[in-house]
């Protein structure tokens, strides 16, 4: 395999000037991950990447890209270092002739994204996002890395204000655009939910010549997305006139068993992980790599394969002060519509079901009803006990009725220090937040719980 970048091509792609001849094979933004041969790009946040220039060349660079004179280390050049990472990716895009799947949604991008990109590997050279590197510098941080030999490259891409889906596809240019869902989130920064949907249309924009949308049809914004779409769209969902229908489908705690009806044939489509929304995003899966022209009878059998996805429905055998658990790790991220859909899979388990619920952020002055609301879905899943972590999460405290109600706590140490005084042996605890809830923190102190006993038990 060739070369990731070399001196000519990252300088004729940015309009910067090499200094030095060198090649690498891969990117980097961050010195603690960075790997021998990396080209180390400074992006400016809280702290200005430039700073970190010399550690990068200590720890093996094969290139830095600098906005000031560099004359004595590989570097190139540039007037802006963020420019010249999206100009990186314009490149990568045009040298490649790899179908681009973009993916965007209120909740379940980054779970669609999994999934299409697993698929994707299992029959052909794939590049995707890492994590949910799916912003500003993301997209174009990951287009940038992705190999002139790839064939099918999978980027997913976030936004919380309008116009930022519209600059994000205009780099990628995808092939197929897909748009999982859209739910009340980030409405801190939108009048309503149809504005969300109309922000998220905005992937539409940016599709190729002959590009394809696949939309959710079950969505109450569907008719939004649709009258967004310039040419050609397929819609996946539960309702009979949906491209890729979901006819059926059996859950347990460990997985599912569907029908789903694409292309004329119905599919026996098995889950290694529990939820009816996991079902929902295979169906989008599949009619997505379908319009990429990838078998189906190949796609349904990778699925069967699908690893666990950190944070997101993630499921740890624990022992905790003696005690055996479950532990499913929701703690990635929160909306209404992923704390109900979560909450829902937390009811499939036996024994007693624990709730963990930590604030959910950005849904702006609703806030206080989104977060009561869920009681409905704690109740409907019968939810033996359920923690509230955070200001927000003191209106559904509020509202839950004395039997489940296990407490309200300030802060995510002060509810780990609650839940290991109620823990009991044959437990599920469902933990599931917003990222800065700090629900991610509880759930790493309780695998460290699990860590400590298996080495006093080594030892």
Same mark, same amino acid.
């Given at each position: 395999?060739s070369?990731?970048?070399?001196?000519?091509d990252?300088a004729n792609?940015?309009?910067g000037?090499?200094?030095?001849?060198?090649?690498v094979?891969g990117?980097?933004?961050d010195?603690?991950?960075?790997?021998?041969?990396?080209?180390f790009i400074p992006l400016?946040?809280?702290?200005?990447g430039?700073?970190?220039?010399?550690?990068?060349?200590?720890k093996g660079a094969?290139?830095v890209i600098?906005?000031?004179?560099?004359?004595?280390?590989?570097?190139l050049?540039?007037?802006?270092?963020?420019k010249?990472?999206?100009?990186?990716?314009?490149?990568?895009?045009?040298?490649?002739g790899a179908t681009r799947?973009?993916?965007?949604?209120?909740?379940?991008?980054?779970?669609?994204?999994?999934?299409i990109a697993?698929?994707?590997?299992?029959?052909?050279?794939t590049?995707?996002s890492?994590?949910s590197?799916?912003n500003?510098?993301g997209v174009?941080?990951?287009?940038a890395?992705?190999a002139?030999?790839?064939?099918?490259?999978?980027?997913?891409?976030?936004?919380?204000h309008?116009g930022?889906?519209?600059?994000?596809?205009?780099?990628?240019?995808?092939?197929?655009?897909?748009?999982?869902k859209?739910a009340?989130a980030?409405?801190?920064?939108?009048?309503?939910?149809?504005?969300?949907?109309?922000?998220k249309?905005?992937?539409?924009s940016?599709l190729?010549d002959?590009?394809?949308?696949?939309l959710?049809?079950d969505?109450?914004?569907?008719?939004?997305l649709r009258t967004?779409?310039?040419?050609?769209?397929q819609?996946f969902g539960?309702?009979a006139?949906?491209d890729?229908q979901?006819?059926g489908s059996?859950?347990t705690?460990?997985?599912?068993?569907?029908?789903?009806?694409?292309? *004329? %044939?119905e599919y026996e /489509?098995?889950?290694?992980i529990a939820?009816?929304?996991?079902v @929902? !995003? $295979?169906a989008? #899966?599949?009619?997505?790599?379908h319009?990429?022209n990838?078998?189906?009878?190949s796609?349904?059998?990778?699925?069967?394969?699908?690893?666990?996805?950190?944070?997101?429905?993630?499921v740890?055998?624990?022992s905790?002060?003696?005690k055996s658990?479950?532990?499913?790790?929701?703690?990635y991220n929160?909306?209404?519509?992923?704390?109900?859909?979560?909450?829902?899979?937390?009811?499939?388990n036996? *024994? %007693?079901?624990i709730? /963990?619920l930590?604030?959910?952020?950005e849904?702006?002055?609703g @806030? !206080? $009803?989104l977060? #009561?609301d869920l009681?409905?879905p704690?109740?409907s899943?019968?939810i033996d006990?359920?923690l509230?972590?955070g200001?927000r999460?003191k209106?559904l405290?509020n509202?839950?009725?004395?039997?489940?109600?296990a407490?309200?706590?300030?802060?995510?140490?002060?509810?780990?220090?609650g839940?290991?005084?109620?823990v009991?042996d044959?437990?599920?605890?469902?933990?599931k937040?917003s990222?800065?809830s *700090?629900m991610?923190?509880?759930v790493?102190a309780?695998?460290?719980q699990q860590?400590?006993? @298996?080495? $006093?038990h080594?030892l």
């Amino acid at each position: 395999m060739s070369a990731l970048w070399t001196h000519i091509d990252a300088a004729n792609a940015t309009g910067g000037t090499a200094v030095g001849d060198w090649s690498v094979n891969g990117l980097s933004i961050d010195t603690r991950s960075l790997k021998s041969g990396d080209l180390f790009i400074p992006l400016k946040d809280i702290r200005d990447g430039h700073d970190f220039i010399p550690t990068a060349l200590e720890k093996g660079a094969g290139a830095v890209i600098s906005e000031h004179p560099i004359t004595d280390a590989p570097a190139l050049i540039v007037e802006d270092s963020l420019k010249a990472l999206e100009d990186l990716a314009i490149a990568a895009r045009k040298r490649s002739g790899a179908t681009r799947i973009a993916i965007t949604g209120s909740v379940g991008k980054t779970s669609v994204k999994e999934m299409i990109a697993h698929i994707c590997r299992a029959v052909g050279q794939t590049h995707n996002s890492i994590k949910s590197f799916n912003n500003h510098w993301g997209v174009p941080f990951t287009l940038a890395g992705m190999a002139k030999e790839t064939e099918y490259g999978v980027f997913e891409m976030g936004m919380n204000h309008a116009g930022e889906l519209a600059a994000l596809t205009k780099i990628v240019r995808p092939n197929i655009a897909v748009v999982t869902k859209v739910a009340p989130a980030h409405l801190a920064h939108f009048k309503s939910v149809v504005d969300i949907a109309k922000a998220k249309a905005e992937i539409l924009s940016g599709l190729a010549d002959s590009g394809i949308a696949i939309l959710p049809k079950d969505s109450d914004y569907f008719d939004v997305l649709r009258t967004h779409c310039q040419g050609e769209w397929q819609s996946f969902g539960w309702c009979a006139r949906a491209d890729a229908q979901i006819l059926g489908s059996r859950q347990t705690a460990h997985g599912s068993v569907s029908t789903i009806y694409i292309a *004329g %044939r119905e599919y026996e /489509v098995n889950l290694p992980i529990a939820g009816a929304h996991w079902v @929902e !995003n $295979a169906a989008c #899966a599949l009619l997505a790599v379908h319009s990429a022209n990838i078998d189906l009878d190949s796609a349904v059998k990778a699925l069967k394969t699908l690893p666990n996805i950190q944070g997101r429905g993630e499921v740890h055998a624990l022992s905790i002060k003696g005690k055996s658990v479950i532990l499913i790790d929701e703690s990635y991220n929160a909306n209404p519509e992923s704390m109900a859909a979560a909450i829902a899979v937390l009811g499939l388990n036996i *024994g %007693r079901k624990i709730a /963990v619920l930590g604030d959910m952020l950005e849904l702006g002055d609703g @806030e !206080n $009803a989104l977060h #009561a609301d869920l009681l409905e879905p704690i109740q409907s899943a019968k939810i033996d006990q359920v923690l509230t972590c955070g200001v927000r999460m003191k209106n559904l405290y509020n509202v839950l009725p004395k039997a489940v109600n296990a407490g309200w706590f300030s802060g995510h140490e002060k509810c780990l220090a609650g839940l290991l005084e109620q823990v009991q042996d044959g437990d599920t605890i469902m933990v599931k937040g917003s990222n800065a809830s *700090g629900m991610g923190k509880l759930v790493a102190a309780l695998k460290t719980q699990q860590t400590i006993k @298996e080495r $006093a038990h080594a030892l």
